[in-house]
Every structure is written in C-alpha cells, then in structure tokens.
T-cell receptor, first 116, second 112 residues
C-alpha cells in the first residue's frame, strides 16, 4: 500500500522569497513521484515528475524537486515565488511509470499563500 | 485545442437523489478517469474507462457508476446521494490508461 504525507497544510511566504513544500511517501514497490498544482476553480496541472535517473527534477514555472530515497521524501522548491504561485499543491505517488489513474495516491495538499 | 471539459460546473442536489456528471476528454485522448476531491483533501480515484469499459475501480461503492461513449466522452452517475458525496468531481483524460493525465476544472456537487 502507498501513502503520501504533506507535512504542512498551509505555507505563507513573502513574494520573491524561497519556498519548500514538504512531501514524504511510503511504498513497498517501485515508486514514481509527482507534484500537481491546482489554481482556484481549476483542475490539476502536472508540475513535475520523478520516474528514474537524476534525483533532482526540474518542472514548469521554475519549480524543482529532489527525490531522497533514504528519507522517503520528494520536497518541492522554488528559489523565488511570485503572487501567481498562490495555489494548492499536491504530491502524489504511483506504482505505474506513467502515473496511471489507478496507481495515483495523493496527499492532502499544501496551500501556498504568497504575501506581498 | 480544447482541453478536458466538464459539465455542469456546479450542482445542488438533495439526499437520496441521483446525479449525472459529464466529461469530454482532450482531443486525441481515449481514456477517462474520475476522481472525488472532498474539501481539504487530495483527489481519490473512483474509476477509469477505456474502450467503453470500466478498467479499474477505486474504493467506492456501487452507487457510483459510469459510462464511456464511442466518442470517448464519459458520464459519472451517483445514486442515492448522501451528504458525504458533496465534493469536487474531477475528470482526467489520457492517451491510453497508464499515461500522463490531463485534468478538467471539475464539477462542484453539493448535497443538502
């Protein structure tokens, strides 16, 4: 069985400051990791994914994440946030490389609040 | 190129009623998956349709059923609505079942 824990339900950050959103997972099989973003009144959009290879993954909108197998973590980072980054962020784990629907387990989400 | 579209955007029903939600996949996609996102929670997988058949199902009761049409669009039906069915229902489409999914904006269902 897989599970995802997003350690912070809300993260307030000042504009242009760096941010880290934390995600820990548990899985007994091969693991593939994803970060999705959900803007208000919209569906989810894939930010980045880790399938294999380099543990540092770069995604859209300047975000990156690092896969740490020993700590079972996949934290999301951005060096300088913008007001437009205000959204809900979801970490997800899958046992299927493509992230097939039936393999995706989501965390509860972290609300990133950017303060001017 | 239109993305995934869902209708209606909002819906209010009372307990015991039945509801049908609709989804049109992104152009070129043949697989549709449905998720339930309760307030303050992450999405939970309900089921997936491919080649007009239910391919996989999450931990949801039989009150939740679906259909996929020859044009790949899909419906989610929920019978005997409960207060706990109030949620955002997300549809996602992909090209084949195990590939990256693209999500629609969702249908907000409120059960009173």
């Amino acid at each position: 069985a897989q599970s995802v824990t997003q350690l912070d339900s809300q993260v307030p950050v000042f504009e242009e400051a760096p941010v880290e959103l934390r995600c820990n997972y548990s899985s007994s099989v091969s693991v593939y990791l994803f970060w999705y973003v959900q803007y208000p009144n919209q569906g989810l959009q894939l930010l980045l994914k880790y399938l294999s290879g380099s543990t540092l993954v770069k995604g859209i909108n300047g975000f990156e994440a690092e896969f740490n197998k020993s700590q079972t973590s996949f934290h999301l980072r951005k060096p300088s946030v913008h007001i437009s980054d205000t959204a809900e962020y979801f970490c997800a784990v899958s046992d299927r490389e493509g992230g097939g629907a039936d393999g995706l387990t989501f965390g509860k989400g972290t609300h990133l609040i950017i303060q001017p | 190129d239109a993305g995934v579209t869902q209708s209606p955007t909002h819906l209010i029903k009372t307990r015991g009623q039945q509801v049908t939600l609709r989804c049109s996949p992104k152009s070129g996609h043949d697989t549709v998956s449905w998720y339930q996102q309760a307030l303050g929670q992450g999405p939970q997988f309900i089921f997936q349709y491919y080649e007009e058949e239910e391919r996989q199902r999450g931990n949801f009761p039989d009150r939740f059923s679906g259909h996929q049409f020859p044009n790949y669009s899909s419906e989610l039906n929920v019978n005997a609505l409960l207060l706990g069915d109030s949620a955002l229902y997300l549809c996602a489409s992909s090209f084949a079942p195990n590939n990256e999914q693209f999500f629609g904006p969702g249908t907000r269902l409120t059960v009173l």
